[in-house]
């Protein structure tokens, strides 16, 4: 698939969470200066998307900022200036004594909960990832980077949300 498909199909996907849940019509997907997907109209609705290599994940959630992330695991979670740019001395003990597919998939899961974070935050990579868990994030681990697929999804609780926002 290209970009362009992974893209739409995100869309798509973003649009059946929405007809499930009744939260919000569908519009259309805009992008905010920071680069977060915003759904047209609908300030309530946090969005996220994310592909990699022909997997796609979205995620939305109501009253909360949402970021999700997806990765397939490759050698690219190898690089160790991957690790010296994203990962905090407790991360990088954490990965120390793992070596193979076992550490390229502890990183990945690493690297997803990071991007997650800091998608929901709307920063992206303009933060240093080793600062992401300072953030205040709630996160859920969706699929374990052992399973050659690492994904993960981060809510920010918007102020003044009592019941802790709601997500699919």
């Not at 929405?18 to 939260?23: A, N, P, R, S």
């Not at 003990?93 to 800091?118: F, N, V």
């Not at 969706?142 to 918007?158: D, K, Q, Y």
């Amino acid at each position: 698939m290209s970009p362009d498909d992974l893209s739409l199909a995100g869309r798509e996907l973003v649009r059946d969470l929405l007809d499930e849940t009744g939260w919000a019509e569908w519009t259309s997907i805009d992008c905010a200066a920071n680069g977060r997907p915003v759904l047209r109209g609908q300030p309530d609705v946090g969005v996220s998307i994310s592909h990699s290599r022909g997997w796609v994940m979205a995620g939305i959630a109501r009253d909360a900022d949402i970021g999700v992330d997806v990765e397939v695991i490759s050698a690219v979670f190898d690089q160790p200036a991957l690790e010296r740019m994203a990962c905090s001395l407790t991360e990088t003990k954490h990965l120390q004594g793992r070596s193979g597919l076992a550490r390229r998939a502890a990183m990945a899961d690493l690297w997803t909960e990071k991007e997650a974070i800091l998608k929901a935050a709307g920063v992206g990579l303009v933060v240093d990832p080793r600062l992401a868990s300072s953030l205040g994030a709630e996160v859920f681990r969706v699929v374990p980077g052992e399973t050659g697929i690492s994904a993960c999804i981060a809510l920010l609780h918007r102020r003044g949300d009592d019941d802790g926002g709601s997500r699919r």
